[in-house]
T-cell receptor, first 114, second 113 residues
Framework: EAGVVQSPRYKIIEKKQPVAFWCNPISGHNTLYWYLQNLGQGPELLIRYENEEAVDDSQLPKDRFSAERLKGVDSTLKIQPAELGDSAVYLC????????????FGEGSRLTVL | KNQVEQSPQSLIILEGKNCTLQCNYTVSPFSNLRWYKQDTGRGPVSLTIMTFSENTKSNGRYTATLDADTKQSSLHITASQLSDSASYICVVTLNSGNTPLVFGKGTRLSVIA
């Protein structure tokens, strides 16, 4: 069974440029998460989807970050414009539902903003 | 406030030695607690899950304990190997609420030869 797939694995951009990350969750998983992880820190939730609905986006900086999960499968996270402080790893995870607790993570997308 | 605190922040041990990582939580209502292992440059992978009624659970050389009264969990690694070098993250699931998962910051373990 294929795991959670993320792309790109690495991205280097200059500040003020836009960037987008893509995530394909495990087939059948209804819940999809985007996390931000800084070096030496635990993941921090950006947004959680239940199927197509964003049920928790309280930590998403909506002035520059946006996300979508069309058709309740793949998801895209966008940053526009990127700032130096956005340099981090963006992790996508999926689960059968939000109550079981077991998340399956992708490899992450490492963003460097110069 | 729902929080998960892990200690130590980092740890260096010799190959073959044992170690114990700690997780204290102030999360309510509690559903379950998981330990994840995150290798460098990879996503976290679940090691164990413990529910309210479970005290101990093993997964190979990894043994997790849970004391629901004191709200403490530990992860004990026996006969450490170089491949155990990773970050270990404690995650508590709430039984309700809009944000059901609370993550610790992790413990960075380095096993050296």
């Amino acid at each position: 069974e294929a795991g959670v797939v993320q792309s790109p694995r690495y991205k280097i951009i200059e500040k003020k440029q836009p960037v987008a990350f893509w995530c394909n969750p495990i087939s059948g998983h209804n819940t999809l998460y985007w996390y931000l992880q800084n070096l030496g820190q635990g993941p921090e939730l950006l947004i959680r989807y239940e199927n197509e609905e964003a049920v928790d986006d309280s930590q998403l900086p909506k002035d520059r970050f946006s996300a979508e999960r069309l058709k309740g499968v793949d998801s895209t996270l966008k940053i526009q414009p990127a700032e130096l402080g956005d340099s981090a790893v963006y992790l996508c995870a999926s689960s059968w539902d939000s109550t079981t607790g077991e998340l399956f993570f992708g490899e992450g997308s490492r963003l460097t903003v110069l | 406030k729902n929080q998960v605190e892990q200690s130590p922040q980092s740890l260096i041990i010799l190959e073959g030695k044992n170690c114990t990582l700690q997780c204290n939580y102030t999360v309510s209502p509690f559903s379950n607690l998981r330990w994840y292992k995150q290798d460098t440059g990879r996503g976290p992978v679940s090691l164990t899950i413990m529910t309210f009624s479970e005290n101990t659970k093993s997964n190979g050389r990894y043994t997790a304990t849970l004391d629901a009264d004191t709200k403490q969990s530990s992860l004990h690694i026996t006969a450490s190997q170089l491949s155990d070098s990773a970050s270990y993250i404690c995650v508590v699931t709430l039984n309700s609420g809009n944000t059901p998962l609370v993550f610790g910051k992790g413990t960075r373990l380095s096993v050296i030869a």
